[in-house]
């Protein structure tokens, strides 16, 4: 099985910052695309920010300039590095990775469990 945990979320007020990062274990053979979304009350879930195993990244026009996304590909992790947070940033933010468990098989799709992240005074 696979297992993604997230970690980092929290209260912060706008213009602050935090640092999310989710970690990939159990049977992992390799990760192609790791990436978070977010999903506000009432809305659909939206992509953020996307990062292949090569380093290719892909943002959201939204958050483009304020939020950096890396990964450690040695720990099968992701993290996403937010600044100048905004009020309309507020949301649950999910991990998602697309693993292969064996060689040769074809990769699935995985999901964080989601950590809330409030931006407030």
């Known amino acids: 099985q696979v297992q993604l945990v997230e970690s980092g979320g929290g209260l912060v007020q706008p213009g602050g910052s935090l640092r999310l990062s989710c970690a990939a274990s159990?049977?992992?053979?390799?990760?192609?695309?790791m990436g978070w979304y977010r999903q506000a009350p009432g809305k659909q879930r939206e992509l953020v920010a996307a990062?292949?195993?090569?380093?290719?990244?892909n943002y959201a026009d939204s958050v483009k300039g304020r939020f950096t996304i890396s990964r450690d590909n040695a720990k099968n992790t992701v993290y996403l590095q937010m600044n100048s947070l905004k009020p309309e940033d507020t949301a649950v933010y999910y991990c998602?990775?697309?693993?292969?468990?064996?060689?040769?098989?074809?990769?699935?799709?995985?999901w964080g469990q989601g950590t809330q992240v409030t931006v407030s005074f």
């Open positions: 998602n990775a697309d693993i292969r468990t064996q060689w040769l098989f074809a990769p699935n799709d995985y």
């Open positions: 159990g049977r992992v053979f390799s990760i192609n695309v």
């Open positions: 990062i292949t195993s090569g380093g290719s990244t």
